[in-house]
C-alpha cells in the first residue's frame, strides 16, 4: 500500500523564500518512496511524501518551522492510494 503524507504552511508577511529554503534543507528519519515540493500565492509552500507503508504506519513528517516563521500551524494531511476499477 502507499501513503502520502501532504505538509503545507503558510510563510510570515514577505518570508515565502525563506519557508521554501528551511523545508528543502529538512532531512527526514527515513526516505520515503518520492518527495515533492511545492509553491503557491501568499507565500504557501506544499511538500508531498509518498510511503510503502499502511495508512496508520508511523512514518518520518516534517516538523513545524520556527513560530516566527509562519502565519499559522502547519497543516497536516494523510491519503491512501486507491486503484481504479
Do not use: K, N, S
Not at 17 to 24: I, K, M, Q, T
Amino acid at each position: 500500500m502507499t501513503v502520502a503524507l501532504m505538509w503545507e504552511a503558510r510563510a510570515a508577511e514577505g518570508r515565502g523564500g525563506e519557508l521554501l529554503a528551511w523545508v528543502r534543507e529538512q532531512r527526514l528519519a527515513a526516505e520515503p518512496l518520492r518527495r515533492e515540493t511545492f509553491r503557491a500565492p501568499q507565500d504557501r509552500v506544499l511538500v508531498i511524501t509518498w510511503w510503502d507503508a499502511p495508512y496508520a504506519a508511523e512514518v518520518p513528517e516534517l516538523p513545524e518551522p520556527d513560530a516566527e516563521l509562519v502565519t499559522r500551524a502547519v497543516h497536516r494531511w494523510r491519503f491512501e492510494a486507491v486503484t481504479d476499477g
